[in-house]
Nanobody, 124 residues
Framework: QVQLVESGGGLVQAGDSLKLSCAAS????????MGWFRQAPGKEREFVAAISWDGGSTDYVDSAKGRFTISRDDAKNTVYLQMNSLKPEDTAVYYC?????????????????WGQGTQVTVSS
């Protein structure tokens, strides 16, 4: 089992930056693809970003490209999401996820493990 705990969310203004962290425990994240999802009120959970097990491949939702960067530090068993130029439409609960297969993050949206989420609120 992999336990995922997100942190770093908060209330910011449009144009600000935030860096979310996802600390894993239970198992090393090294073999896993890691990703971030978000869910806004009244909307379905959506894919935001993913990184392959070796960090060699990343993928982003179109709205995040050029603004968000996903990274991983396997020595710290932690995944990050750097979010720049935040917009009010980025407001959501952000969830960390882990999956053996990257497509479970990017395509089928069915990761093997989920975190509990962290709230990001962007005011205009």
């Amino acid at each position: 089992q992999v336990q995922l705990v997100e942190s770093g969310g908060g209330l910011v203004q449009a144009g600000d930056s935030l860096k979310l962290s996802c600390a894993a425990s239970g198992r090393a994240i090294r073999p896993y693809g890691m990703g971030w999802f978000r869910q806004a009120p009244g909307k379905e959970r959506e894919f935001v970003a993913a990184i392959s097990w070796d960090g060699g491949s990343t993928d982003y939702v179109d709205s995040a490209k050029g603004r968000f960067t996903i990274s991983r530090d396997d020595a710290k068993n932690t995944v990050y999401l750097q979010m720049n130029s935040l917009k009010p439409e980025d407001t959501a609960v952000y969830y960390c996820a882990a999956a053996w297969e990257l497509r479970k993050l990017t395509t089928t949206l069915a990761p093997d493990y989920w975190g509990q989420g962290t709230q990001v609120t962007v005011s205009s």
